[in-house]
């Protein structure tokens, strides 16, 4: 795909998918390759310009392909490596471009370079993992996935040591203080840049180095390691982009992006529950307050800002009181519970609430970074609780009232996750066929605001600055880039709101309201008087006549 | 509606931002700058640590201060642009002040506060003096919790100095429990609670076109829950801090307290000449309420203002009480300090026959309110005397004691009430 703009992940909206959860070509019941190259045209149409693939490598499937046993290959269930070929090629002729999940920081037990580790304490292999003949090194560390792991430490009976996991036990971590590890990985990496993979979203980063007297999270030893992949990748690969995943407080994410030498972009993981948690308080404070604390970052480098994903909604970057107010609103039923967070798709969280879904979608296209889509969102697809981790969120695609939901030609008991079926959320009432008939569904709504955000460069590379009117249930904010100025009004409230807003600074300007083109009244010396409905928003382009 | 006059318009802009609360908590100040800035701390510490996730405003009413009062209240809002460091809230938590119309009325203040709290539909509001240093954080617990739990009207209960309260021991707390069956140790409240319906209602009454809705209101806002049988309960609070300087002189305090007792006995006259079953108010978590710490007081003074009322005030006597008390003031008022001796009975008669000349309008009544001082000040002396080495214990007997004459000359009252004189 040409590199006209090195800086295109600014712009991009990236649509997040599972390949196991799309399209079934081949009627064995799981998404494939062929399935999904088969749907670009779908989300060519909905407007999305970069797609994140989750893990497609070789994988036993313990944890959702985040296991990898092979990476140089495609798990047989999704096709082979000619298919994502094919699939890479069509998705570029059509402008979209393709992040791919590179685990990093651990590969699975049944992955050949950790049977060989453990086969004895001196094969070669052996110190490509983390070893120990105690479970008590990087005490100060602690366990990400409290509800299934007692510790850090897992006992290897063959080699008689224990292996470091900061994830599951069957994930053990590869050593970053081996430099055949580090070749290894950007070996790894270089097999999918020569292919044309656009960009990697890198698991689990802050994680890579372990030190005592630390908690193994954010330590320069990880930078270092990544500050030499990403030499390497600007060096050979030009125009590719390195997302980070790592879930911290906006203060330590800001080291990801270094000088602009490190990620290109990295998730904002607290502003997301911060969202939730405004929309529910009616109030702006956590959501101003957050990106108040978040610091600025190179010109070069971006955010990345989501909704929903293929994980729970973390609550591990918001307080003990926030977190437990969340879990009061959003997951009553502690069956929605999962690890530190819920595990709940868009519309159940918000209800199915139309307006909700709405106005968190705005928010999500109107924040400074770049905002990406789980796969079905656009749809308001549901959940089911009932199913194991968090598999309840990534259940088949349901492209239509058909048969398996247009998904697959299976037999139903074949498919690889039960469909959801229930009268609200079931396939048969919520599907893309369905919602691309009329113009006022959920998906159609969506096209639209995609296209309007796509309209303006002020979005994603643009300046934010706060307007804090009195009204605390009304987030009011101004995105400015050259000489463009969007002005964006968000009630947070289920009841319709009066708001003041100082826009002193504009005076003479008219407001040109984006999704209807409408104008509103000029600018004038007082405060400008808006009333919004219950969850309103509007974005408005300043235009001086 | 009554909210549309009292209400200035930057005051409902303010009410607009804050929008619909669950708690409103008021303070209703004049010059109290130098301890608002305390109570206001310790209510923002209360709403934080005891209703995080509630929505909550502070509404500060006041009657024209020039001391800075209404800055340190603003001081306290927790937004996104007014954050304090040590301080962490789910929300935003507004900290408003309006400045109402008339002049410092404590009745204009409370006529503020309930017409915001129905306009902001909260369910539940506070309102605190802001003279109240001993205030805690707990505070707001104990006064808002059981309108949470169904109360409608939280009242009082504070552990005061033997010697303080004065009028509420000797006058307000007697006439209210005999006339209107109900134990409510604080009837007139400078620290309560209330649901929202309860404004709601309240609001709608007519008494704040009428001089009980300028001062006393509080007291009114009590007995008015006590005849339309609302759930009422009392909240032990702890200390009340005893006011070097209070601000009320007596006569003023008299108007606040008798005034308004005689006022609603005229309009609660069909309630009180009836049999009343006793309202129960529970006391929350209640503790001994009298402090015994060593107080000078000058009783011989209260003895000199009585002896001197009788007699400059006889012409004024002869049209409000019954000859049989007048006589037996007199001679009361010839004793020698050692032995004078204001006893109960007689001071219950008093009371009822001045209740009874205020009904009939014999003089005019703030003259009839007026004349109760000097007397009270007789009885202020007695209660003194009687208490001057006692127990809290002791205390507590005689104040009981002191009710039950209330209550057993309560036939007296219902005779005189309908007489010509």
Known sequence: ?545 | MPEESILSDDFIRELMNVGEVDILVAVPSYNDGQTIGKVVQALRAGLLTYFPRARSVIINADGGSRDGTQDLVRAASISDLSVSGDVHALRTLHSISTQYEGGPASGIALHTIVAAADLLQAKACAVVSPESTTIEPEWLDRLLRPVFEGKDVVLPVYRRHKFDGLLIRNLVYPITRALYASKIREPYPVDFAFSGSTATQFLAQSVWAQEEGRRGTELWLTLWAVVSRLKLVQAFLGTKARLENPRSDLVNAMRETAGILFCSMDCYSSFWRSPQETLEAPCLGCQPAVSLEPLRLNRKRLHQMFVFGISELEPVFLSILSSATHNELKRLAALPEETFDYPAELWARTVYEFSAAYHKAVIGRDHIVQALVPLFRGRAYTFLTETREASAEDVENNIESLCRTFEGEKPYLVEIWDERK
């Open chain 1, 1 to 545: 795909m040409a590199q006209q703009d090195s800086l295109w992940y600014k712009d991009a909206i990236i649509y997040q998918v599972h390949v196991r959860a799309f399209y079934d070509s081949g009627g064995d019941g799981n998404g494939d390759f062929r399935g999904l190259a088969q749907k670009l045209d779908y989300l060519q149409d909905l407007g999305i310009s970069a797609l994140w693939l989750m893990p497609f490598f070789p994988s036993p499937l313990r944890d959702d392909g985040y296991d990898i046993s092979d990476y140089r290959s495609v798990n047989p269930t999704y096709g082979n490596l000619d298919d994502f070929k094919m699939f890479l090629e069509a998705a570029h002729r059509r402008g979209i471009r393709v992040i791919i999940e590179m685990v990093l920081n651990h590969t699975s037990d049944q992955h050949p370079w950790f049977q060989e580790s453990r086969s004895s304490r001196d094969n070669p292999r052996r110190d490509w993992y983390v070893w120990s003949d105690t479970d008590t090194k990087y005490r100060g560390t602690r366990i990400i996935f409290l509800d299934t792991e007692l510790s850090n430490w897992g006992w290897d009976p063959v080699s008689k040591q224990y292996y470091w996991h900061r994830f599951f036990s069957h994930q053990p971590d590869l050593n970053y203080d081996n430099p055949q590890v580090r070749e290894e990985m950007w070996s790894v990496m270089k097999f999918w840049l020569e292919m044309g993979v656009d960009a990697f979203r890198l698991d689990a980063v802050p994680y890579l180095v372990e030190r005592e007297g630390t908690n193994c999270e954010n330590i320069p030893e990880t930078h270092a390691v990544m500050k030499e992949l990403r030499a390497r990748l600007d060096a050979e690969f030009s125009g590719r982009m390195l997302l980070a995943e790592a879930n911290q407080w906006p203060a330590d994410l800001r080291a990801y992006f270094a000088d602009g030498d490190e990620f290109h972009m990295a998730f904002h993981f607290p502003l997301m529950p911060r969202m939730f948690m405004a929309l529910k308080l009616e109030d702006r404070k956590p959501v101003t307050e957050i990106l108040k604390q978040t610091p600025a970052i190179p010109d070069v480098c971006q955010w990345c800002l989501f909704l929903r994903n293929h994980d729970e909604l973390t609550l591990e970057m918001v307080t003990d009181m926030e977190r437990d107010y969340m879990y009061d609103e959003y997951a009553k039923d502690k069956a929605m519970r999962l690890n530190l967070g819920i595990r709940r798709r868009l519309a159940p969280l918000l209800d199915n609430d139309r307006r909700r879904i709405e106005l968190m979608n705005g928010m999500l296209m109107s924040f400074p970074g770049t905002p990406i889509i789980y796969y079905g969102d656009e749809i308001g697809m549901g959940d089911n609780v009932n199913l194991g981790d968090r598999n309840g969120v990534r259940t088949p695609m349901q492209w239509d009232g058909g048969w398996n939901g247009g998904f697959s030609t299976a037999d139903p008991e074949a498919l690889y996750s039960p469909l959801m079926l229930n009268p609200v959320y079931g396939y048969q009432a919520i599907n893309v066929q369905s919602q691309k008939r009329f113009d006022h569904s959920l998906l159609s709504w969506m096209k639209r605001l995609i296209r309007i955000r796509k309209a303006s460069a002020v979005f994603g590379r643009g300046s934010i600055e706060f307007l804090y009117p009195a009204n605390h249930r009304v987030l009011a904010y101004v995105r400015k880039l050259g000489n463009e100025t969007i002005l964006i009004v968000n009630n947070l409230s289920s009841a319709a709101q009066a708001v003041e807003l100082d826009l002193s600074t504009y005076r003479g300007n008219i407001l040109i309201e984006m999704f209807g083109r409408n104008i509103f009244p000029r600018i004038g010396g007082l405060p400008y008087l808006l009333t919004l409905g219950p969850y309103q928003f509007y974005w408005f382009r300043l235009r001086r006549v």
